[in-house]
């Protein structure tokens, strides 16, 4: 007996064992293993479609997201516009009415001035009126002797009534 050839009968016994636990495998063993790797297809198959689900879900998102801030800035654009005119529209407004207040305003002024004019005007007719009427009266007074006299006299008198009016203002 040799060690690299076995004997007949091991050859025998050792088909017999190997057919029985083939048989096992056979009827236990395999439809287990082959229901585990069924399974552990289909989980694999159900997260890659929820995986590609979930990519398509979140293209979407994006999208939705991208659209929402397209959005967000025409409206910040159409508010800023809308903002530039309002302030525009505003300060026409305003300039208008500065415009209408400037006008009463100088209106006014002009008025108080004539007025004032008017008032100064007549001040000085009464006190021209004043004065002549001085000089008449103490030229008349006073008799006079002759042309020379007078003359110097009429002078003297306006040289007074101007000193006075000075010393009044």
């Known amino acids: 007996m040799s060690l690299l050839l076995p004997e007949a009968g091991l050859v025998f016994w050792m088909?017999?064992?190997?057919?029985?636990v083939f048989l096992i495998l056979r009827k236990y063993g395999f439809p287990a293993i082959t229901s585990m790797i069924d399974e552990r297809r289909k989980f694999?198959?159900?997260?890659?479609?929820?995986?590609k689900?979930?990519?398509?879900?979140l293209a979407a998102i994006e999208e939705q997201g991208r659209a929402i801030?397209?959005?967000?800035?025409?409206?910040q654009t159409r508010i800023l516009r809308e903002a530039a005119a309002t302030r525009e529209q505003l300060i026409k407004e305003a300039h208008a009415r500065a415009e209408i207040e400037t006008g009463k305003m100088l209106a006014e002024t002009r008025r108080i001035i004539e007025q004032e004019k008017k008032?100064?005007?007549d001040d000085i007719r009464a006190q021209v009126a004043e004065l002549s009427l001085g000089i008449a009266e103490k030229i008349v007074r006073k008799e006079l002797a002759g042309d020379e006299s007078q003359r110097e006299y009429a002078g003297k008198l306006l040289d007074e009534a101007i000193t006075e009016r000075e010393n009044r203002q």
């Open 119 to 121: 008032e100064a005007l």
């Open 69 to 75: 801030l397209d959005n967000a800035r025409e409206e």
């Open 53 to 57: 689900e979930a990519n398509e879900k």
């Open 44 to 51: 694999i198959d159900d997260a890659l479609r929820s995986a």
């Open 15 to 20: 088909l017999i064992a190997f057919g029985i």
